[in-house]
């Protein structure tokens, strides 16, 4: 009987799959974004303090589930003074809304690839919304240092600064109404 048991078990966790968490990696991960200052150029930047995971059954993460948490006085576009005033309630008001998040809600595949419409809400200075990006799972490998596997995604968008109260001060002609996010990232399982 013990047999038929751990039997029908191994069968219905078979079908059902498990799932796996996956963990950013920081040495291999970037967030940045890049917005066009005066019509004329493009300024970019990035987030150095973030976390990300993604959760899935599947192995081609047809099916994940991404989280996300982000330090926004990690800000950096390799420019000290406009940092500070991207800090400032001007902009990100980093003393009231230090967190910036997003949860996805929903992966669709496009085409035959590995593309996914990744759906969700991003939460970011206080307010938010539901946003679209682009999910490219480029693959899994086996890191040969630590044996562990590795996969790897890049993740790109657009989100309108105004829907967050950003910058609100600032006309589209001085600063870009459209922020370009790009993230890249390594994630292995704990």
């Known amino acids: 009987m013990k047999k038929q048991i751990l ?20 040495a291999h991960s970037k967030l940045s974004f890049s917005v066009v ?24 993460f047809s099916d994940a589930k991404v989280e996300l948490k982000v330090d926004v006085s ?3 576009t390799d ?6 005033h991207l800090k400032s309630p001007d902009f990100f008001d980093v003393a009231q809304f ?15 690839g ?3 419409r990744l759906t969700g809400y991003l939460t970011l200075h206080g307010v938010t919304k539901p946003v679209t990006m682009t999910m490219v799972y480029r693959g899994t490998i086996q890191n040969p240092q630590t044996k562990k596997d590795v996969a790897g995604f890049m993740v790109t968008g657009v989100i309108r600064r105004s829907d ?8 589209a002609s001085m600063l870009s109404e459209n ?8 994630f292995s399982q704990p």
């Not at 039997?7 to 920081?26: E, K, M, V």
């Not at 420019?79 to 500070?84: A, F, G, I, L, S």
């Not at 967050?164 to 006309?171: D, E, Q, V, Y």
């Not at 922020?179 to 390594?186: L, P, R």
Request: proline share 3%; charged share 25%.
């Open 7 to 26: 039997f029908w078990a191994l069968i219905l966790f078979a079908c059902t799959g498990f799932s796996q968490t996956w963990n950013s990696d920081p």
């Open 37 to 60: 200052h005066m019509g004329i150029a493009d300024v970019s930047g990035r987030f150095n303090k973030f976390e990300a995971t993604i959760e899935a059954t599947k192995k081609d």
């Open 74 to 76: 990690s800000i950096n």
């Open 79 to 84: 420019v000290e003074q406009r940092d500070t």
């Open 98 to 112: 230090p967190d910036m998040s997003f949860k996805s809600s929903g992966i669709t595949r496009i085409g035959k």
């Open 114 to 116: 590995n593309r996914y």
């Open 164 to 171: 967050f109260g950003i910058g609100n001060k600032f006309p």
């Open 179 to 186: 922020v370009q996010i790009k993230a890249d990232g390594e």
